[in-house]
């Protein structure tokens, strides 16, 4: 009897869904989306790379990319069928055209039982089992037993304990029992994200493993190795002149043009007085432990041209819009205060040896032009496009402390202990790429956790602050729970504000 009054509980309080806990689950649905999206892309980049090296060096990397790809179909194949469940779930409860990114009946308890639960068709089951056999595949590939637990951790199906039941339920019953539709799509979105997660991890240690680095050496040669092929008027040309897989102890003799090298290191060094291609000969003399030498002939040329200016980003090749562009300009041969710039489409200023470029419209080139003075007169000596674009969005972090006091960045995707969490009081965000670099002002975003019956509770921040609220919710998660920071949003220095990808926290 207690039993029975348990579940009409249960069946009265999930009939009375509120709009913000369904309004959570779309949120974390659609975050979860683009997320699956990205792991996607970063996965084909994986998979790209080993084609790629297959395509170079077929003995070694063909079977690597035989494994790949199988990883890939079998994943695919999965992905497909979750897919599926998906659209049938949200049709039963929407009709024929039920879309699960558009869902209507969003409350609708009865489609995931009846889709995923019926004895006919018993997809739950079906499911389960997939997922069994594909985490044991993904499980198998990997060397790292850290790596392996995590796996086999995010693609669990093990029954779960539930309040006021003795005997825990199946995977399927506790996922899709009397779930609200937009509950039961989201999970299966989460479960997708959980097997591109997996065959990631598959996939980047199949790439560690094919060792593109290893070199076979089979015979000795002489090489030529100039610091530049081309010299400005007035410079200097300077070349290392070596024997591969030297032996340090005892170095060659080396011999340009018929007179022997008087630098043991091999550097080589003629002035450049006049313009013009110039061609030398020479070899090398190596003496063996047994007392004989073997010679070595090598020829090689440089040019010399006359002096131009080298106008570059020190980022990249591209200048972005609201923040300060540094740029290095050169003239070989003229000293920095005799080289003057302009800039169209913005402002260029000098700091000491360098420029700032700070552009102003997106979408329109910027032109450097550069001037020197050369032999009295001021010539122009460069002209250089450059694209600007808006900046990147940035990365999401919150900043913490471990027990070592040192200060570290967690960006998500792996576990942290809740302490640590803890410890936290603002959440930030910033393009950290080592090129741009760049701080952002986050100014809300939500966490969003999830009950036992599997239902989104999302809770505001206060600014860029955890609430207390947020707070709460995070002391009360167990080990092995999750939550998501979604709906962030961030402001930069070019006055745009974003909307950021989700955050996966992993409690420890």
Do not use: C
């Amino acid at each position: 009897m207690i039993n029975l009054m348990y579940i009409v509980l249960t069946a009265m309080l999930a009939l009375n869904v509120s709009s913000d806990v369904l309004d959570g689950f779309t949120q974390v649905h659609d975050g979860l989306n683009r997320s699956n999206s990205n792991v996607d892309n970063r996965n084909e980049g994986i998979y790209n790379q080993i084609s790629d090296f297959a395509a170079i060096n077929p003995e070694k990397g063909q079977m690597w990319l035989d494994k790949a790809t199988e990883v890939r179909d079998i994943t695919g194949a999965l992905y497909a069928y979750v897919d599926s469940l998906k659209y049938a779930i949200v049709r039963a409860a929407d009709g024929k055209n039920g879309d699960p990114n558009n869902i209507i009946s969003r409350d609708d308890l009865e489609a995931a039982s009846v889709t995923m639960l019926a004895p006919g068709t018993m997809r739950g089951t079906v499911l389960r089992h997939r997922i069994d056999t594909y985490r044991q595949y993904i499980a198998a590939l990997m060397p790292d037993s850290v790596k392996q637990a995590n796996i086999m951790k995010a693609l669990s199906t093990d029954p779960i304990p539930l309040k006021g039941t003795l005997t825990p339920q199946q995977w399927e019953e506790a996922q899709f029992d009397q779930k609200p539709t937009v509950a039961a799509i989201t999970l299966l979105t989460k479960l997708q994200n959980d097997i591109l997660y997996a065959e990631g991890e598959a996939l980047g240690n199949l790439y560690a493993q094919i060792d593109a680095g290893d070199v076979r050496v089979n015979e000795i040669n002489a090489f030529v190795i100039p610091q530049s092929r081309i010299v400005m008027r007035g410079g200097t040309y300077a070349a290392n002149i070596v024997l591969a897989a030297v032996d340090t102890t005892q170095r060659p003799t080396i011999f340009i043009n018929d007179k022997e090298l008087g630098d043991q290191q091999g550097m080589y060094q003629i002035p450049a007085n006049s313009t013009g291609t110039f061609d030398y000969t020479g070899y090398l003399q190596v003496q063996h432990g047994d007392g004989t030498t073997t010679r070595h002939d090598f020829t090689s040329s440089y040019t010399v041209i006359e002096p131009m200016a080298t106008v570059s980003a020190t980022m990249m090749n591209v200048l972005y819009a609201g923040i300060n562009n540094p740029i290095s300009i050169s003239v070989p041969g003229v000293p920095m205060s005799g080289i003057s710039a302009t800039m169209t489409n913005g402002t260029l200023t000098r700091e000491g040896d360098h420029w700032i470029a700070k552009p102003q419209t997106v979408g329109t080139d910027a032109v450097l032009t550069v001037t020197a003075q050369m032999d009295g007169r001021s010539t122009n000596v460069a002209n250089q496009t450059f694209r600007v674009r808006k900046l990147p969005d940035p990365t999401a972090y919150f900043t913490f402390t471990d027990q070592k006091g040192q200060t570290d960045q967690y960006k998500g995707g792996k576990p942290i202990a809740k302490a640590l969490i803890m410890g936290v009081e603002t959440l930030e965000a910033a393009i950290d790429d080592g090129l741009i670099d760049t701080k952002f002002n986050v100014i809300s975003f939500q966490t969003v956790m999830f009950d036992s019956m599997g239902n989104a509770i999302p809770q505001n921040s206060d600014g860029a602050r955890f609430s207390a609220a947020q707070k709460q919710q995070i002391q009360r998660l167990t080990r092995g729970k999750r939550f998501y920071i979604s709906s962030i949003k961030a402001s930069g220095p070019d006055g745009t504000t974003r909307d950021l990808s989700p955050m996966e926290v992993l409690v420890n």
